[in-house]
Nanobody, 126 residues
Framework: QVQLVESGGGLVQAGGSLRLSCAAS????????MGWFRQAPGKEREFVAA????????YYAHSVKGRFTISRDNAKNTVYLQMNSLKPEDTAVYYC???????????????????WGQGTQVTVSS
């Protein structure tokens, strides 16, 4: 079983950048496909980005494509979400999620993930 802890959230002005980190412990993150999701107040949790075990395959929600980059460093047991050109509508609690995987694919449905972090707040001011 893997434990996930997010960090790097905070308050930033529109147009700014943040890098979120998701540190894994308990098991090596290289066994897991990973994803980032977010949930704004009063809204359902939504998919943001996903990455396969090896990092070769990535996928993004349309709303963040071209602005966000997901990456992973399996040697450091960490997954990242670089967020650039932030907008007020990016304000949400951001969660990382893991799914044990043997196929080196990515996954976009929250129901597909078994492990979740506690979330980190990102607030973008206008």
């Amino acid at each position: 079983q893997v434990q996930l802890v997010e960090s790097g959230g905070g308050l930033v002005q529109a147009g700014g950048s943040l890098r979120l980190s998701c540190a894994a412990s308990g098991r090596t993150v290289s066994s897991y496909a990973m994803g980032w999701f977010r949930q704004a107040p009063g809204k359902e949790r939504e998919f943001v980005a996903a990455i396969s075990r090896s990092g070769i395959r990535t996928y993004y929600a349309h709303s963040v494509k071209g602005r966000f980059t997901i990456s992973r460093d399996n040697a450091k047991n960490t997954v990242y979400l670089q967020m650039n050109s932030l907008k007020p509508e990016d304000t949400a609690v951001y969660y990382c999620a893991g799914k044990m995987d043997y196929s080196d694919l990515y996954y976009t449905g929250s129901y597909e993930y078994n492990y979740w972090g506690q979330g980190t707040q990102v607030t973008v001011s206008s």
